[in-house]
């Protein structure tokens, strides 16, 4: 588990790690099950370093716990097509009830990632969370008068780099065994299925192709970044 102490400068859109550490122990399980005991536990050891006192917390989520969902959403079923509302909260709501409809279990919490609007439909890229594990770690803050900056998927910062160096995006980036598709409608997922990178970027080449009906049938190829 790495944590990072990061500076923001005011005046600038800027953000400076200062320092950062790694921690005796892992607790991505604690996460996952939502263990406060275990979550306070690793609050109070990152404390106990002065570097890390005083500060604002921005927290990563560990991409595991997160599930990446582009939805194509016709226009004429926003709130107010006419202007092309694509409003947060509302394009949140019909996002979050798309997806409890898929998976059909307890109560889900999303980050909206990337918004693009075509002719006749709009595509918008979530990441889905469990609300317990948000709860969970909001508590365990709480517990000890901690103050939550903000708390996002992983893969939104390192999204945000890629889209502003390849704003057209058809870019790949590789984390372990998942593949991120940046697109320029928006993001897909890939649980590698195959052993060599150019057999996965294929496959998402196809799932670019059935996601986003406005690509063609020219298959470009794809630029790894790592």
């Known amino acids: 588990t790495k944590v990072l102490a990061v500076d923001i400068d005011e005046k600038t859109p800027k953000v400076q790690v200062k320092d950062s550490c790694v921690l005796a122990e892992n607790y991505y399980e604690a996460i996952v099950q939502g263990n406060v005991e275990k979550l306070v536990a690793m609050l109070e050891e990152i404390l106990n370093r002065k570097d890390m006192q005083k500060r604002f917390f921005h927290v990563l989520l560990p991409d595991e716990l997160i599930q990446i969902q582009c939805y194509q959403i016709p226009l004429e079923t926003l709130p107010d097509n006419k202007e092309k509302n694509l409003e947060t909260d509302g ?12 998976v059909n279990q307890a109560s889900y919490n999303v980050t909206i990632m990337r918004k693009y609007l075509g002719e006749k439909s709009c595509y918008i890229t979530c990441a889905f969370i469990s609300q317990k594990i948000i709860d969970k770690i909001q508590e365990a803050f709480q517990s000890l008068n901690l103050a939550v900056y903000y708390l996002e998927p992983q893969i939104y910062s390192i999204g945000a780099l890629i889209y502003d160096k390849y704003p057209q995006g058809n870019v790949v980036f590789k984390e372990d065994a998942i593949y991120y598709l940046f697109s320029q409608e928006g993001m897909l997922a890939l649980k ?20 986003f009906e406005s690509k063609g049938e020219k298959q470009e190829k794809l630029r790894i970044v790592r």
């Open 91 to 102: 394009i949140k709501e019909i996002c979050l009830k798309k997806y409890q409809k898929e």
């Open 192 to 211: 590698a299925l195959a052993a060599d990178e150019q057999t996965n970027c294929q496959l998402l080449l196809a799932l670019e192709q059935k996601t």
